[in-house]
């Protein structure tokens, strides 16, 4: 017997880059829970965290969330790590844990850190513990080899230390299909398209209103690793790697070996180049350049992880790639200190380099027609969501396939939490709960 929906639901949406929390009550009404920092109110909560020693030998290191870790890292008066797209470690069995001013943490620990941050700073009103929680999660995990059970084991024993016992999990882009069903005005069949940090979603949904209630049936869902940081790594490694050492050489025993390309696949995924200032990269990379034929690169990179400039980089790349979406070249400029690296980047270049990436959302676009057992011309409605649904190219390929018409966006940032914490509401939420 299905369960009366709750006075309060709430709706998280975990992402790689941002984070947003929505609370919906049983009187229809939903918002998204707002953070106040620098005088300004957002919905947004960074998917970063910081950590730092208040004094020497003084325990466990304090941590930061959203918006008040950027602002640490930036002010850069102390010493600390830098964490940002840690959720992409969430199925990686590689990732057992990183240590972290002489503490050791595995991502459990990262995220139960990450959602302290984000209940303290939204206040008393997100008790986790005594509401209803709708918590997203991808279709498919980010990785080479994702392993699902290992990620939601993992996101279970971070949600539990907060309380949040009276939850389920629910595929992001049914989040984002719930926010948007609410503005159709006639039953329709929806192809949901959410592109992260890390993922790319798509779910294919049946809307239908009877006896003024909405009902949803699910077709299809597929999911796949690339997304906006994928989009993010190309410009990297066109760009940013060739400037600090990419393609160079040393000497090793009287020969000239190519510098190894391994660094420079760490420096172009931000999770990854979080973690190199706490790891025997860095010492590697402070012999190769005593080695290198050009080490002023390698200083450069040296610096740019000793100097937890990694989020300044990956403002300074955001920036390029959203501007390519409305401008055929963007001149791209980043300067840290003695770090100077400016390039022209064409939108025909970019899209050149993400071309493979394309094809692969592509493909797996069309698995989730499969999987409903529907062609192109059944889907009746395209809903876009995420910071990449911008990029022009992606645009056409759902032009491409459904129609210029089909197509459309909402806020790249809110739709997800909104209906996670709307699904929490109706009466049956377990129905769109994701197996365990």
Not at 79 to 86: K, Y
Not at 116 to 141: E, K, N, W
Not at 370 to 383: M, Q, S
Request: aromatic fraction near 10%.
């Amino acid at each position: 017997m299905p369960s009366a929906p709750p006075a309060v639901s709430i709706g998280v949406d975990f992402g790689t880059s941002n984070t947003v929390v929505a609370i919906a009550t049983d009187r229809g009404k939903v918002e998204a829970v707002r953070f106040e920092h620098g005088g300004t109110r957002q919905s947004v909560y960074a998917s970063a965290l910081c950590f730092w020693q208040e004094r020497q030998g003084s325990g466990l290191p304090s941590a930061e969330g959203g918006a008040w870790a950027i602002e640490r890292v930036l002010e850069r008066d102390a010493v600390l790590r830098f964490m940002q797209s840690f959720k992409s470690f969430a199925a990686s069995r590689a990732f057992q844990s990183t240590l972290i001013l002489r503490q050791r943490y595995q991502f459990e620990d990262l995220l139960a850190a990450f959602l302290r941050t984000l209940t303290r700073h939204a206040g008393t009103d997100l008790d986790l513990s005594t509401s209803r929680v709708m918590i997203g999660r991808p279709v498919r995990f980010a990785g080479a080899a994702p392993d699902d059970a290992l990620a939601m084991q993992r996101y279970r024993d971070a949600f539990d230390r907060l309380g949040a016992r009276n939850s389920c999990y629910v595929y992001e882009p049914v989040g984002a299909a719930f926010s948007f069903a609410r503005r159709l005005d006639r039953d329709a069949t929806v192809l949901v398209a959410d592109f992260g940090g890390g993922t790319s979603d798509f779910s294919i949904m049946r809307f239908s209103r009877m006896a003024g209630a909405l009902r949803a049936e699910p077709l299809g869902h597929a999911g796949i690793g690339i997304a906006g940081d994928s989009f993010d790594y190309r410009i990297i490694d066109r760009v940013i790697s060739p400037r600090l050492g990419k393609g160079g050489s040393y000497r090793s025993f009287g020969k000239v070996l190519p510098l190894p390309n391994h660094y420079y696949a760490k420096l172009a995924r931000w999770h990854e180049l979080a973690l190199m200032k706490g790891s025997a990269d860095l010492r590697e990379l402070r012999e190769l350049a005593r080695a290198a034929l050009e080490p002023a690169l390698l200083l450069d990179f040296i610096a740019l992880i000793e100097l937890d400039l990694g989020f300044s980089l990956y403002r300074a790349v955001s920036a390029a790639k959203v501007a390519l979406s409305t401008s055929d070249i963007v001149e791209f400029r980043f300067v840290e200190g003695n770090l100077d690296i400016r390039a022209a980047i064409t939108r025909a270049d970019f899209e050149s380099w993400i071309d493979e990436d394309l094809a692969r959302i592509g493909t797996t676009v069309d698995q989730a027609l499969r999987k409903a057992r529907l062609g192109p011309r059944d889907v009746e409605k395209v809903f876009l969501t995420g910071g990449s649904s911008f990029v022009p190219a992606v645009q056409q390929l759902f032009a491409d396939r459904f129609g210029k018409e089909k197509l459309t966006s909402a806020d790249q940032f809110e739709s997800i939490a909104y209906g996670l914490a709307l699904i929490g509401q109706t009466d049956d939420p377990d129905q769109w709960a994701v197996a365990a």
